[in-house]
């Protein structure tokens, strides 16, 4: 399978509890992206790297996460303090940089849940 | 401040006929569509896109149809199959989608057998 690879699926935590996620992109992809999806509502971006660069950065985004890219391939994302308002669909997708049309491929997410 | 919107939250077509989902955005900057459908507890999977330079483009069943002057997208597909049941999510982007997306808040669709 060289699809995005998410870990784990699911998350179940206390509030006041750090968490984090893991995600492998294609390999030959370049750029990796964080989204958000809470119910009923579309996926909301948090972030994204160009190889191991942190490029953009969401408002949703507090202090309370971080999000990194050590060697340029996998990428983790942590919620430090989690709050109830954290439970949510976290989503990694992963695109190639350049030319035109370029498509995010998603991996199947992690879902949390802060108790 | 929605800029991609998907007005119908639901959507339901018998069998072997036509599915039509809208999608409205307003920020004219957006320069590349695409369409990303989801089932329950995956991801989304990418469906079809168009760039701005076309106003149409298809790939099978799919049609995506995009109206610049309307801020306006739609996805076609035809014959609608039982399979095609699940979340459709309209998603922009800018630079040819080389940047962030920006998505609706997705129609169900529901094939009746």
């Known amino acids: 399978d060289t699809g995005v690879s998410q870990n784990p699926r699911h998350k179940i935590t206390k509030r006041g509890q750090n968490v984090t996620f893991r995600c492998d992109p294609i390999s030959e992809h370049n750029r990796l992206y964080w989204y958000r999806q809470t119910l009923g509502q579309g996926p909301e971006f948090l972030t994204y790297?160009?190889?191991?660069?942190?490029?953009?950065k969401s408002r949703l985004l507090s202090d309370r996460f971080s999000a990194e890219r050590p060697k340029g391939s996998f990428s983790t994302l942590e919620i430090q303090r989690t709050e109830q308002g954290d439970s949510a669909m976290y989503l990694c997708?992963?695109?190639?940089?350049?030319?035109?049309?370029?498509?995010?491929?998603f991996g199947a997410g992690t879902r949390l849940s802060v108790l | 401040d929605q800029q991609v919107k998907q007005n119908s939250p639901s959507l339901s077509v018998q069998e072997g006929r036509i599915s039509i989902l809208n999608c409205d955005y307003t920020?004219?900057?957006?320069?590349?569509f695409l369409w990303y459908k989801k089932y329950p507890a995956e991801g989304p999977t990418f469906l079809i896109s168009?760039?701005?330079?076309?106003d149409k483009n298809e790939d099978g069943r799919f049609t995506v149809f995009l109206n610049k002057s309307a801020k306006h997208l739609s996805l076609h597909i035809v014959p609608s199959q039982p399979g095609d049941s699940a979340v459709y999510f309209c998603?922009?982007?800018?630079?040819?989608?080389?940047?962030?997306?920006?998505f609706g808040t997705g129609t169900r669709l529901t094939i009746i057998p």
């Open positions: 997708a992963s695109s190639l940089l350049g030319g035109t049309g370029n498509i995010q491929y």
């Open positions: 998603a922009a982007s800018l630079n040819f989608g080389n940047e962030k997306l920006t």
């Open positions: 920020n004219s900057m957006f320069d590349y």
């Open positions: 168009i760039s701005s330079i076309k």
């Open positions: 790297f160009q190889n191991e660069a942190q490029l953009e």
